[in-house]
C-alpha cells in the first residue's frame, strides 16, 4: 500500500508560481509512474501530466504544456509539479496518484494510489 501526500498548495495570484509536492511512504516512488491530476468544481478530474520512473519525456495536458513541469526526486521519495505563469483556470484540486511499471496514461483508472489533493486557488 502506497500512501502519497500532496502538498504546497494555495491562494495565488495571475502569472505566480507555485511548485506542488507529492510525497510517497510505504513504497518505493522510483519504481512507480506518477501522474498529476486536476479537478475544477463542477468538473471532472483531468489529466495534467506524469512521469514515469522508465524514462523517457513526459506527457503534459495541453493546458500544462510550457508552463508545467512535473520532475522527480528518488531520494525524497517525492514527485513535484512546478507550475508557472498560473492562470484562473488553473483553479482546481490537484492530485497525484501513482501506478506500477513504467506505462505512462493520461486516464485516472490506470491509477492505483491516490492522494486525498491540495487546493490551488488563482485569483485574479
Known amino acids: 500500500q502506497v500512501l502519497l501526500v500532496e502538498s504546497g498548495g494555495g491562494l495565488q495570484q495571475v502569472g505566480d508560481s507555485l511548485r506542488l509536492s507529492c510525497a510517497a511512504s510505504g513504497g518505493t516512488i522510483s519504481r512507480y509512474t506518477v501522474g498529476w491530476f486536476r479537478q475544477a468544481p463542477g468538473n471532472d478530474r483531468d489529466f495534467v501530466a506524469a512521469i514515469s520512473w522508465g524514462g523517457g519525456a513526459p506527457p503534459y495536458a495541453d493546458s500544462a504544456k510550457g508552463r508545467f513541469t512535473i520532475s522527480r526526486d528518488n531520494a525524497k521519495n517525492t514527485v513535484y509539479l512546478q507550475m508557472n505563469d498560473l492562470k484562473p483556470e488553473d483553479t482546481a484540486l490537484y492530485y497525484c496518484?501513482?501506478?506500477?511499471?513504467?506505462?505512462?496514461?493520461?486516464?485516472?483508472?490506470?491509477?492505483?494510489?491516490w492522494g486525498q489533493g491540495t487546493q490551488v486557488t488563482v485569483s485574479s
Open positions: 496518484a501513482c501506478r506500477g511499471g513504467s506505462a505512462v496514461y493520461a486516464q485516472e483508472r490506470q491509477y492505483d494510489y
